[in-house]
């Protein structure tokens, strides 16, 4: 169960100075309503929608629930948005963080975030989390090579035990920052760093010991790339060029996001291997009514490949790995993994209410992974090309405005994928 606690409402949003979409706010929001209900009348400053610099707006979501990998967990998730210049000239900059403990001795701490100096100067990419935590394992490639009988997914948290999956308990530290300098409209050029580090890593369904010992995907991968299967980090810099037209970070009504990253992951900077990955991402945002412009389609692609060296097998690329773990709705975080992965996602946004308060999506995405060929004892695993095995998804899903000037949506998803995969998804801000 999910619940969710409104602790505070304030002025900040974004206008559109090119006034190519007029600048849009919508009549109402989730706090006005509950303003109304208590007979309270709206009292602050600003009250019209329009943005204010310097107002923060925050949100607590706590997240009640179970199953059977981590028995009960219970947490608290924030989200925080504020204007640092001029909002005429000045994105909205988000963050948001979570905090998840179980009764099974687990633990998952997130921030992450966008930040936008004033005129856009400079655009800040921040991912952490850092845990001691559960997640299922499917061997690598798209393709139905290994059967396996699909999960539940809550929000990120599995739901059901999975017949056919391997899963894996481990630590896991995780820093990726980005800093981009505008270097003409639109245009930014920087440097990241990027760590990915597990250790006391368990391979939960391995037994060597056995009279037929049992293994895993990620213990054969390990053993065949001289990877201790117990722990492994890679440390690199990035080389990122972006083009970012939108007209807000959080719920764009037009625009796109471009970005070109190639990551270095050298030995010096503490990997394990040497190894280098090209991670290409594209958003793009159509709107469908210049009255309303919240009446759209949207686009997402993530194409991550490894081009040289080695990289350990929960470092490869994998589905909803991406900053926000959302890409590709319908499977599991990493329920695809491979030295090349790629998914493509298109959203149809419309608002529902006249007033703005309730609006809706329809989503399919399509997600294509590699795998080069393996042997493991008697099994042999053949080599799979990108697009030679693609796995389809898609759903709808509602939303509810929080809060109309900072365009921080309730989202809340239900998304089905292919041999009966499917999962709920509850967050604060659009999916991409």
């Known amino acids: 169960m999910l619940l969710f606690l409104l602790s505070q409402f304030s002025a900040a949003g974004q206008i559109d100075a ?12 989730l706090g006005a309503v509950i303003r109304e209900l208590r007979g309270k009348k709206d009292t602050t400053k600003n009250n019209s929608g329009r943005p204010v610099r310097g107002k923060l707006m925050k949100f607590i979501v706590p997240v009640f629930g179970s199953n059977p990998y981590l028995g009960v967990f219970y947490g608290v998730g924030g989200t925080g948005a504020i204007f640092l210049g001029d909002p005429t000239t000045t994105s909205i900059s988000s963050m948001t963080g979570s905090v998840l403990f179980t009764t099974k001795d687990q633990f998952v701490a997130t921030i992450k975030g966008t930040i936008m100096t004033p005129d856009n100067g400079w655009e800040m990419l921040a991912d952490f989390k850092y845990s001691f935590f559960t997640e299922n394992t499917y061997g690598l490639g798209s393709d139905y090579n290994q059967p396996i009988q699909e999960s539940w997914d809550w929000g990120g948290i599995i739901t059901s035990g999975v017949g056919g999956a391997q899963p894996m ?8 920052y980005t800093a981009l300098r505008q270097v003409s409209k639109g245009f930014y050029a920087g440097i990241g760093y990027h760590l990915d580090y597990h250790y006391k890593i368990q391979d939960q369904t391995l037994d060597l010991a056995a009279t037929n010992p049992v293994i895993t995907s990620h213990y054969v991968y390990s053993v065949d ?3 201790d299967p117990e722990h492994y980090a890679t440390s690199g810099t990035s080389f990122n060029f972006v083009f970012d037209s939108r007209d807000h970070t959080v719920s764009p009504y037009k625009g796109a996001f471009l970005q070109f990253s190639y990551r270095v992951n050298p030995t010096f900077l503490g990997s394990v291997r040497e190894s280098q990955q090209l991670y290409l991402e594209a958003r793009v945002y159509k709107a ?13 692609g993530i194409a991550h490949l490894v081009t040289s060296g080695e990289v350990p097998y929960m470092h490869l690329p994998a589905n909803a790995y991406d900053m926000r773990n959302r890409i590709g709705r319908g499977y599991v975080a990493g329920r695809f993994r491979g030295p090349g992965w790629v998914t493509a996602e298109t959203e149809y946004r419309f608002p529902i209410s006249h007033n703005g308060l309730f609006g809706g999506v329809v989503f399919g995405s399509v997600t294509t992974t590699s795998r ?10 053949p080599k799979l090309n990108l697009f030679e095995a693609t796995r389809p998804a898609g759903g709808f ?13 309730l989202a809340m998803d239900m998304a089905f994928g292919g041999k009966g995969a499917k999962g709920f998804y509850f967050a604060v801000g659009e999916t991409f």
């Open 18 to 29: 090119s006034n190519t979409v007029r600048p849009y706010v919508d009549l109402t929001d």
């Open 169 to 176: 308990t481990f630590n896991q530290f995780k820093l990726y």
């Open 225 to 227: 790339k001289s990877f």
């Open 288 to 300: 469908l009514s210049q009255e309303r412009p919240r009446h759209l389609i949207g686009f997402w």
């Open 372 to 381: 080069e060929a393996y042997t493991a004892g008697t099994q042999s695993v």
């Open 397 to 409: 899903g509602a939303r509810v405005m929080l809060n109309r000037t900072g365009r921080l949506n």
